[in-house]
T-cell receptor, first 111, second 115 residues
Framework: DAKTTQPNSMESNEEEPVHLPCNHSTISGTDYIHWYRQLPSQGPEYVIHGLTSNVNNRMASLAIAEDRKSSTLILHRATLRDAAVYYCILRPINYGQNFVFGPGTRLSVLP | SAVISQKPSRDICQRGTSLTIQCQVDSQVTMMFWYRQQPGQSLTLIATANQGSEATYESGFVIDKFPISRPNLTFSTLTVSNMSPEDSSIYLC????????????FGPGTRLLVL
């Protein structure tokens, strides 16, 4: 499996944008980039995913580098509820293969 | 989407005993996944459970320690056998869903403490 590298932790102030980076220099052409997050005392939940183009949804935006070797999850206005561990995961296009979770980035949001 | 419930939500058990964790999904799914999350750690896949066949275990996990049942397409159980304090973890059930089966959904987890 292609590997991802994320900072162990990040801090943000409430109502400010947050940019969570992920490096995946060994990504293959068929790997989708997925982001999940795990709120305290909950199971992980889907945030966003993409292949080549930038993606937006109601939760976040995903900016993918042109060479696809890195990506950034963008939370436009952090709230206290966004404090969680964020996982960047690569998954091949052949659906059915489970996600492999790395250590992720622990995001703290300060009031 | 898929809604997953787990029972029990938490338990405290004595070493040497066994605990069976139940996972119920609100839709029929082919594969169900069981994960373990040790304190302060990320998720590790234990096994994949397909209905009608034996579960497939990941390296480091064996059927005698973590027997799994999959009696139908909406239900599975994971048993943690002969428990020791090292088994204290959160155990999570997961399935795929979404338009192209590309999103993984997780249950709320079962918090297990072994004394």
């Amino acid at each position: 499996d292609a590997k991802t590298t994320q900072p162990n932790s990040m801090e943000s102030n409430e109502e400010e944008p947050v940019h969570l980076p992920c490096n995946h220099s060994t990504i293959s052409g068929t790997d989708y980039i997925h982001w999940y997050r795990q709120l305290p005392s909950q199971g992980p939940e889907y945030v966003i995913h993409g292949l080549t183009s930038n993606v937006n949804n109601r939760m976040a935006s995903l900016a993918i580098a042109e060479d696809r070797k890195s990506s950034t999850l963008i939370l436009h206005r952090a709230t206290l509820r966004d404090a969680a561990v964020y996982y960047c995961i690569l998954r091949p296009i052949n659906y059915g293969q489970n996600f492999v979770f790395g250590p992720g980035t622990r995001l703290s949001v300060l009031p | 989407s898929a809604v997953i419930s787990q029972k029990p939500s938490r338990d405290i058990c004595q070493r040497g005993t066994s605990l069976t964790i139940q996972c119920q999904v609100d839709s029929q799914v082919t594969m169900m996944f069981w994960y373990r999350q040790q304190p302060g750690q990320s998720l590790t896949l234990i096994a994949t459970a397909n209905q009608g066949s034996e579960a497939t275990y990941e390296s480091g996990f064996v059927i005698d320690k973590f027997p799994i049942s999959r009696p139908n397409l909406t239900f599975s159980t994971l048993t943690v056998s002969n428990m020791s304090p090292e088994d204290s973890s959160i155990y999570l059930c997961s399935v795929f869903g979404g338009d192209n089966q590309e999103t993984q959904y997780f249950g709320p987890g079962t918090r297990l403490l072994v004394l």
